[in-house]
């Protein structure tokens, strides 16, 4: 029996990087072999990845030597930040620098990074429609993923630009979800006016990496991955459906959004806005079609809802 390909796999007991394990370890062929990486192998999910077949490591993204040690003899490296713990551009960018210079020293045969659009392309800082944040970006947490596309390019690495999309699970665990208002109806509140938001299951965006890995002719592309491209409105009249009960799409200025207050408001404007402003060109780069050639059980939002309905907070 030829060996394994191992495919290394940062955030594995998270979702991006969870959906890539499970996907690796159902995998009948059996050609790849998961490398779950954690901080801690004696989580309760890096035991229930173990269960699966999965080799657990430690390592922390920010200890350099950690993650070169956890992605060595590795044929593949799945790499991905995580912004949202700790609010911190630079920190996201120090990170994919570690797991550029480490795939290198490694030899890995293929990187996925898990990117996104630096959106002061289209937007940049000199353009007012968006408050500039933490003096050099307009939505920090896109355009640290942008700014370090360069980092993997830069190692000489055979990359492939993974641009993720909206988590329909922000539903659930984002608080994004449907909420009754003063009038006792349901609805969900964007600021996305009558444009479509492209959307994805969390757990479909790691078997869509998956896909990429069993396609090296891939190497050196950008590939966009989304669910389903849908608007407010047609994403509430789901909601109606699946819940049996009247869910509005009520639209929010971006400047309003911005103003929730919760951790992150700002960032989240800004980024529902150029989604908003730039729909064109952020949906043309995430085919539903090409995501399904990757990942063929890809969920519609109907069918997410389906799974998922019973974990909204109502
Ligand atoms: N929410 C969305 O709609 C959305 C859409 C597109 C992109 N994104 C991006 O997705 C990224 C997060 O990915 P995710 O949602 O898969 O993350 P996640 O579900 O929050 O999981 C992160 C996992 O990574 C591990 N981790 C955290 N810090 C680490 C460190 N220093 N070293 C090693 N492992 C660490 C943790 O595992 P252990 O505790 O086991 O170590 C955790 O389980 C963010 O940067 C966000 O911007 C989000």
Same mark, same amino acid.
């Given at each position: 029996m030829s060996e394994r390909k191992i495919i290394a796999v940062v955030g594995a007991t998270g979702a991006q990087g969870g959906g890539l394990v499970r996907a690796i370890c159902a995998d009948p062929s059996g050609a790849f072999q998961a490398r779950a990486i954690t901080r801690n192998v004696n989580s309760e999910k890096a035991r229930a990845l173990a269960a699966l077949g999965a080799e657990v490591v430690a390592a922390d993204v920010d200890d350099a030597g950690s993650i070169g040690r956890a992605f060595e003899g590795a044929y593949g490296a799945f790499c991905v930040t995580f912004f949202w713990d700790h609010f911190s551009p630079e920190k996201e960018h120090a990170q994919a620098g570690h797991m550029a210079q480490a795939a290198r020293a490694a030899g890995v045969r293929h990187v996925i990074w898990s990117t996104l659009e630096d959106t002061r392309k289209l937007v940049p800082l000199s353009d007012?429609?968006?408050?500039?944040?933490?003096?050099?970006?307009?939505?920090? !947490?896109?355009? =640290?993923?942008? %700014?370090?596309? !360069?980092?993997?390019?830069? *190692?000489?690495?055979?990359?492939t630009y993974l641009l993720t999309a909206f988590y329909w699970d922000n539903f659930i665990y984002f608080g994004m979800g449907p909420k009754k208002g003063a009038d006792g109806k349901y609805a969900i509140s964007l600021p996305m006016g009558d444009r479509k938001l492209p959307g994805i299951a969390a757990e479909d965006i790691g078997r869509c990496a998956f896909g990429v890995f069993q396609r090296p002719e891939l190497i050196g592309k950008r590939v966009g991955i989304a669910g389903e491209h849908l608007t407010g409105a047609e994403m509430a009249a789901e909601f109606s459906k699946a819940l049996g009960i009247e869910v509005a799409y009520h639209e929010v200025?971006?400047? *309003?959004?911005?103003? +929730?207050? +919760?951790?992150? *408001?700002?960032?989240?404007?800004?980024? +529902?806005?150029?989604?908003?402003?730039? @729909?064109? %060109?952020?949906?043309?780069?995430? =085919?539903?079609? @090409? =995501?399904?050639?990757?990942?063929?059980?890809? !969920? =519609?939002?109907?069918?997410?809802?389906a799974e998922n309905k019973a974990s909204l907070a109502l």
């Amino acid at each position: 029996m030829s060996e394994r390909k191992i495919i290394a796999v940062v955030g594995a007991t998270g979702a991006q990087g969870g959906g890539l394990v499970r996907a690796i370890c159902a995998d009948p062929s059996g050609a790849f072999q998961a490398r779950a990486i954690t901080r801690n192998v004696n989580s309760e999910k890096a035991r229930a990845l173990a269960a699966l077949g999965a080799e657990v490591v430690a390592a922390d993204v920010d200890d350099a030597g950690s993650i070169g040690r956890a992605f060595e003899g590795a044929y593949g490296a799945f790499c991905v930040t995580f912004f949202w713990d700790h609010f911190s551009p630079e920190k996201e960018h120090a990170q994919a620098g570690h797991m550029a210079q480490a795939a290198r020293a490694a030899g890995v045969r293929h990187v996925i990074w898990s990117t996104l659009e630096d959106t002061r392309k289209l937007v940049p800082l000199s353009d007012n429609r968006m408050p500039t944040l933490m003096g050099k970006y307009k939505v920090p !947490h896109f355009d =640290s993923k942008g %700014e370090s596309d !360069h980092l993997f390019a830069d *190692a000489g690495l055979p990359v492939t630009y993974l641009l993720t999309a909206f988590y329909w699970d922000n539903f659930i665990y984002f608080g994004m979800g449907p909420k009754k208002g003063a009038d006792g109806k349901y609805a969900i509140s964007l600021p996305m006016g009558d444009r479509k938001l492209p959307g994805i299951a969390a757990e479909d965006i790691g078997r869509c990496a998956f896909g990429v890995f069993q396609r090296p002719e891939l190497i050196g592309k950008r590939v966009g991955i989304a669910g389903e491209h849908l608007t407010g409105a047609e994403m509430a009249a789901e909601f109606s459906k699946a819940l049996g009960i009247e869910v509005a799409y009520h639209e929010v200025s971006p400047d *309003a959004y911005r103003a +929730f207050g +919760f951790p992150g *408001a700002e960032d989240l404007g800004n980024m +529902f806005q150029y989604k908003r402003d730039f @729909e064109k %060109e952020f949906r043309a780069v995430r =085919s539903v079609e @090409e =995501s399904r050639k990757l990942n063929p059980k890809l !969920h =519609s939002f109907a069918q997410w809802l389906a799974e998922n309905k019973a974990s909204l907070a109502l």
